[in-house]
């Protein structure tokens, strides 16, 4: 039987400065988070005018605000984000959803065909 422990798999918290205060990202978003981030995403590309990207764009900047509220609770009410900073967080966001974990590919208890022999 295989073990594979999950959260061995889960990311690092990633560290990012805003406002030269130092705040966590968590290396494993929660699903609902996730999601939002991606109907915000999808909304912006969608946009057809002017208010529709504004309200788009408030609507990633939000996104990011929560997800930075998961680990800094009660903290995050008065950030605003520029929108280099929203493409920022969208680049970890993704790079960190794609790239392989450490772990997982080096692990000998990484999932994978069942072993013939056993």
Do not use: C
Not at 107 to 114: D, I, K, Q, T, W
């Amino acid at each position: 039987m295989r073990l594979i422990n999950l959260d061995a798999l889960v990311p690092e918290d990633v560290k990012v400065v805003k406002d030269d205060r130092e705040w966590l990202i968590p290396g494993d978003l929660p699903v609902t988070h996730m999601v939002k981030i991606l109907k915000a995403e999808k909304a912006l590309t969608d946009s057809q005018n002017n208010e529709q990207l504004a309200e788009a764009l408030n609507g990633l900047a939000e996104a990011v605000r929560q997800v930075l509220e998961i680990r800094q609770p009660g903290q995050t009410a008065a950030l605003t984000f520029g929108t280099g900073e929203v493409q920022a967080f969208l680049r970890l966001f993704y790079a960190a959803m794609s790239a392989p974990n450490a772990e997982e590919v080096d692990s000998p208890n990484r999932a994978g065909p069942p072993d013939p022999a056993s």
